[in-house]
Every structure is written in C-alpha cells, then in structure tokens.
C-alpha cells in the first residue's frame, strides 16, 4: 500500500498519534480529513496542513459523524482508501471502575471501530481495495497495569481487527493493528485514568518504566513503513514482540513476572 494519491481519515487527530499520522500522510502525498471530538484541535492540526487536509469535529463513536466523516471526505477529495481508527481513552482503575468508565471505554476504543468498518468495508469490497488501521496498543497484547478497562478494551480492539483481517483480507480490505507502548501524548503525561490520579500514576509508571518514549513522528513513520509493507501488527517497539511470545510460551510464568513487576512498581 502506498499512501500518495490516497483519501483518508484518521479519528483523534487533533493531537498526539493522530496528529502525526495526519502528518505524515500530507507529506507522503495522502488528502487527510482530519477528525476530533475537539473540533478547534482539528482544524489547527488541519490548517497547518494546507489544502490537502480538511478538520471535522465530532464524536467518533457516533455512526452518524462518521457518515459525516466519509461524506466530507468524498465531497472533498473522493472515496475513502484509509481509515485510521485511532480515538482513544484510558477508561477507569480496576474493579472501582464506574459503568459509565466501562462503556466510555468500550465506545471508544472498540465500538467506533466497528460502526467504522460497518460503514467502510462493504463499499471497499465492491471496489476490491481499503485499508483499515486499529490503534490498539500493547496493552492489548500484554495488559495494562493500573486500567481494567484501557486493558480490556485495547484486547477487544485487537481482536477486532484480527477478525477484520481475516474475514476480509481475501476480499482486498488490508488491516494494521497498531501496538506500541510509550508515546509523548496527552494519555502519557496524566489522563490516562484522569478520575484516579493514584491508578493513573501507576499505569504511567508501567509505561514508562517498560521501555522508551518514542515521539508520535516515530509512530507515525513506522506506521507508514509497516502499510507499505501490509503488515498486520505494527510495533513501534519491536521488544513487544518478544514479550507477547514470552507471554504464549508460558502464560503462568508471564502472569507471575507481571505480578512482580506491580509490586516494584507500588514499592
């Protein structure tokens, strides 16, 4: 897949990996319809991008905004090639978690992928082309120390996209899952649990303590390297890999490290 010439649309793009991805799309020659619940965010982003990126505010877990999505998108530029689903929250603590904190979560981080693919994937496969990219995080293949639901819910991202993947790759619809761990974003310095800040401390701690920081340019480039190779899983961290087979290899043995790691972590 190469992205210049492209029409697409990436969720959460007034700031952090959304942002970068909207970037670095515009640089590689992509028209980008830059999405966000905060709208003023969006159209900063989109503005600094020039004619080749519009702004859309809205809440992505709306099927009807992102109809709004794929129409000013069409209107703008033409058919929809690449959706980024990227919005995301950090959800709430562990078993204290609200329902209100579960089913934002579930919303956002799942859900507005669905009722994307619901809306995308028919059309891309009477077209026999679409790319589909899911940012999950590492979380969804390790865990997430500190969030049940940013846990639970990243897992069921990337169990959507793998479903995706194989129920359609056949049919020309390509799918990413994206999995990194540290990224400089608004999630990193404070709001990934922002009603807990003794949990929300814990699960930064995690994060930064399991490997580096990269920046969302860094993401971002290995987002692109990784579609133009049409790879499933994109890791920006590439230690994930090892921990995810150490993981499969011998889960209780993966749980009773990751015990102990929390307890590092909390002494």
């Known amino acids: ?15 952090g990996i959304g942002a970068g991805l909207a970037r670095r799309l515009v640089a590689g020659g992509a028209r980008v319809v830059v999405a966000d619940l905060d709208a003023d965010a969006a159209a900063k982003v989109a503005e600094e991008l020039g004619a080749q990126a519009i702004a859309v505010g809205g809440d992505v877990t709306d099927r009807l905004v ?8 069409e209107l703008e ?29 579930l919303e956002v981080n799942v859900l507005a ?16 082309s679409g790319y589909f990219v899911s940012t999950a995080s590492a979380a969804g293949l390790l865990t ?15 169990g959507f996209a793998e479903w995706l993947s194989v129920t359609y790759g056949d049919q020309g619809v390509r799918v990413s899952c994206l999995c990194p761990m540290g990224v400089d974003t608004r999630l990193l310095t404070g709001e990934l649990i922002p009603d807990d800040p003794d949990a929300s401390a814990l699960a930064i701690k995690a994060v930064k303590t399991a490997g580096k920081v990269l ?3 860094e993401v971002a480039e290995t987002v692109v390297a990784a579609m133009a190779a049409e790879h499933f899983l994109i890791l920006p961290h590439p230690e994930v890999l090892e921990m995810y087979r150490h993981k499969g290899a011998d889960y209780d043995r993966w749980i009773s490290g990751m015990r102990r790691f929390q307890a590092m972590l909390r002494a």
């Open 66 to 73: 992102i109809a709004e999505l794929i129409a000013a998108a």
């Open 144 to 158: 997430q120390i500190g969030s049940a639901p940013y846990s639970v819910t990243k897992h069921a991202a990337v």
């Open 113 to 128: 992928h669905v009722r994307a693919a619901e809306l995308l994937v028919p059309g891309w496969v009477e077209r026999g």
């Open 77 to 105: 530029f033409g058919p929809v090639d690449l959706y980024f689903a990227n919005a995301g929250i950090g959800g709430g603590p562990g078993l204290d978690s609200t329902e209100a904190q579960w089913s934002a979560a």
């Open 1 to 15: 897949m190469e992205i210049a010439g492209k029409v697409a649309i990436v969720t959460g793009a007034g700031g």
């Open 215 to 217: 920046s969302t340019e």
